[in-house]
């Protein structure tokens, strides 16, 4: 009989195994205590939810909505969608929940989109991001933006492009959007088929990287010359708060992003080490009319969201934030039938150090091949003499040969001083 085909991971998903997981874990720690830092508090929502609210919050018409999303029907017939991003999940809690404002909170998600994998793009992604409902200062914009630019600095990436415009209000925005619709309908010739048939939503067209379309935008009207007062004031604020403080940046006035719900501030970070199309490592902005779309009161909103896995490649063409696991203080070799190994792990696991074992009836050089593989500083070799004595052989892995007897009640003890003699801290 032939074996059934192996299964496989799903299409543009991939799986993330010890130890580049232990990196992962790191990466979300310093995002979480970056954030922490500045009073955001984690907030957890379903996978699932219904689809109305994508619709209604990244928007009917946009690509995400009408192309990528991963959609299902529960038992009882409701339309469901795996969350395509994080901000209109974050919202509909927002809606339902009615903490007070400003509410400012963190998560770190999964994210699924059917795009066309390549480097750097996948159909399950993850992110962490922040969200902050309740307050349209622009020094809350510097704010977010900042936490991004400190977190990457803490990673050690160091080539990293801060991209910023404003999307005006929806006042401001629908007059340029039809200066902008008559000057691509002057273009259209020039314009990709796709676009030149459907000027019915022209913000689109900025951000094609299709070489001619790029050549009609680069002299297009601009968004940042439509705003008014108000938007411009708060454009104002926002960016010469980023200079006070140091951070980089640059006005791309055909920075538009993917979905409908952005208004006033809108930025993205690219890692320009990255030589792919994939190089936005993060990005975000302002959802001041989005709480009410929702369902909410008129709350204005705005946060970021970065790539997990797209932070990692731009940090291996950086070569930083290269990171191993810690190793075990220990790895017990039992000769005797295993119960002692069971035993000591069990009391030295209690007592906070970081213990694993051999299982099954091994020799002593297949035991100690085993610890060696571990990383463990120390191995525990239990004989049938030590077993007698209530001793153990405790043997320095990193000094080869060098061992001594322990008795058992003294094993906690002598752990901690081996790790202090080789200058390392055991994990207790
Ligand atoms: P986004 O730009 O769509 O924004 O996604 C955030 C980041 O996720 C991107 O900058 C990129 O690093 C990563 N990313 C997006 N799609 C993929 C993919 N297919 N494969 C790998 N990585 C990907 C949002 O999701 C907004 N919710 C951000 C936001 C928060 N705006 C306001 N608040």
């Avoid at 000057?183 to 259209?188: G, S, V």
């Avoid at 140091?246 to 030589?275: K, M, N, S």
């Avoid at 004989?383 to 040969?401: F, H, I, K, N």
């Amino acid at each position: 009989m032939s074996q059934p085909a192996p299964v496989r991971a799903v299409k543009g998903m991939k799986d993330v195994l010890w130890p580049e997981s232990y990196r992962w874990e790191v990466f979300v720690e310093i995002f979480a205590r970056t954030v922490q830092r500045a009073g955001y508090g984690l907030v957890l929502s379903p996978l699932v939810e219904e689809v109305r609210l994508f619709q209604r919050g990244i928007g009917d018409h946009s690509e995400v909505v009408t192309k990528e999303m991963y959609e299902l029907s529960d038992r009882d017939g409701r339309r469901l969608a795996l969350r395509p991003e994080g901000t209109a999940p974050v919202v509909r809690v927002f809606v339902e929940h009615r903490p007070t404002v400003p509410w400012k909170v963190w998560y770190a998600t999964p994210a699924f989109r059917y795009e066309r994998p390549q480097a750097g793009r996948y159909r399950e992604h993850h992110q962490v991001g922040v969200e902050v409902i309740g307050s349209d200062d622009p020094d809350l914009d510097v704010e977010v933006v900042a936490l991004a630019d400190s977190f990457y600095k803490e990673l050690g990436l160091g080539h990293v492009a801060l991209a910023v415009n404003s999307m005006g209000c929806g006042a401001c925005r629908a007059i340029y959007v039809d200066a902008l619709r008559a000057y691509l309908i002057d273009h259209r010739d020039e314009l990709r088929d796709e676009h030149a048939q459907r000027l019915d939503r022209p913000l689109r067209v900025l951000d094609c990287k299709d070489p001619a379309c790029r050549a009609v935008t680069e002299k297009a009207p601009r968004l940042i010359d439509f705003l008014d007062e108000d938007c411009k004031e708060h454009f104002e604020r926002f960016t010469q708060g980023l200079s006070a403080l140091g951070i980089e940046h640059h006005l791309d006035p055909r920075l538009v992003r993917g979905f409908d719900y952005y208004t006033r501030t809108t930025f993205e970070f690219a890692a320009t080490e990255l030589h792919s199309a994939q190089n936005a490592i993060g990005g975000g902005g302002r959802y001041d009319a989005l709480v009410e779309q929702v369902g909410g009161p008129a709350e204005p909103g705005i946060g970021f969201a970065i790539g997990i896995e797209r932070v990692l490649l731009a940090c291996d063409a950086e070569g930083c934030f290269e990171v191993s696991p810690p190793g075990l203080d220990a790895f017990v070799v039992d000769l005797t039938g295993g119960a002692a190994a069971r035993d000591i792990c069990h009391e030295l696991r209690q007592a906070g150090a970081s213990v694993d074992r051999a299982f099954g009836n091994r020799s002593l050089r297949a035991g100690l091949r085993l610890a060696h593989r571990s990383g463990a500083r120390a191995a525990i070799i239990v004989g049938a003499d030590e077993l007698q004595a209530g001793e153990v052989t405790l043997r320095d892995l990193r000094s080869e040969g060098s061992q001594e007897r322990v008795p058992r009640s003294e094993l906690a003890r002598a752990l901690v001083a081996l790790a202090q003699r080789s200058g390392e801290h055991p994990r207790s």
